[in-house]
């Protein structure tokens, strides 16, 4: 069936330093892969997306890669700050019918003062 | 100005109670949904709408009936509300199908 594995499922960086979060999904006709963050008791909400016409995108610390043969797609951020510290969540679309997200299971990002 | 709002934000009840979750968005989006997040922060599908239609109903036991009078609107309705329904729900709308989603703040159930 479908599905998106997310990893690592926990992530600590020292300030400063970059993480980098994989995600890997099944089906082929994908096209397209958003990626949420959540703080602690918030909503999740958008930081950025990508098309599958499209191999990487920036926005100013964030960027997305995705790579369409391997099935898999990265969130990068660079110089962490302590801000960043939340959940993030990546999903990729499905055509099934109708289009629909399949989340990744989440990775917590920890980033050390 | 909330982008996406639902109401009430906490909602604690007993077992076998019927209750309803609210939302409502004003950005002109036509397509909503539910979304489930359980305790391990897992967010499951379980409906959606596109312009007040029915697009999207996941295996979701037919105690939950979402309803949309208009398509800047989605509410979601539980009866016999059981233990493992416990869980924070979201709700979200995006432009159309497959674009990004706003969240609305979710509701966090509690049923005792």
């Known amino acids: 069936g479908e599905n998106v594995e997310q990893h690592p499922s926990t992530l600590s960086v020292q300030e400063g330093d970059s993480a980098v979060i994989k995600c890997t999904y099944s089906?082929?006709?994908?096209?397209?892969f958003p990626w949420y963050k959540q703080e602690l008791g918030k909503r999740p909400q958008l930081i950025i997306d990508?098309?599958?016409?499209?191999g990487e995108k920036k926005d100013q610390r964030i960027a997305v890669t995705l790579n369409k043969t391997a099935k898999h797609f990265s969130l990068h951020i660079t110089e962490t700050q302590p801000e960043d510290s939340a959940v993030y969540f990546c999903?990729?679309?499905?055509?099934?019918?109708?289009?629909?997200?399949?989340f990744g299971t989440g990775t917590r990002l920890k980033v050390l003062a | 100005d909330t982008a996406v709002s639902q109401t009430p934000k906490y909602l604690v009840t007993q077992m076998g109670n019927d209750k309803s979750i609210k939302c409502e968005q004003n950005?002109?989006?036509?397509?909503m949904y539910w979304y489930k997040q359980d305790s391990k922060k897992f967010l499951k599908i379980m409906f959606s709408?596109?312009?007040?239609?029915?697009?999207i109903n996941e295996t979701v036991p037919n105690r939950f009936s979402p309803k949309s009078p208009d398509k800047a609107h989605l509410n979601l309705h539980i009866n016999s509300l059981e233990l493992g329904d416990s869980a924070v729900y979201f709700c979200?709308?995006?432009?159309?199908?497959?674009?990004?989603?706003?969240f609305g703040s979710g509701t966090r159930l509690t049923v005792v």
């Open positions: 990508i098309r599958s016409n499209v």
């Open positions: 979200a709308s995006s432009q159309d199908q497959n674009y990004g989603y706003t």
């Open positions: 089906d082929s006709a994908s096209n397209y």
């Open positions: 950005l002109g989006h036509d397509t």
């Open positions: 999903a990729a679309s499905i055509r099934s019918g109708t289009y629909k997200y399949i």
């Open positions: 709408y596109n312009n007040k239609e029915l697009i």
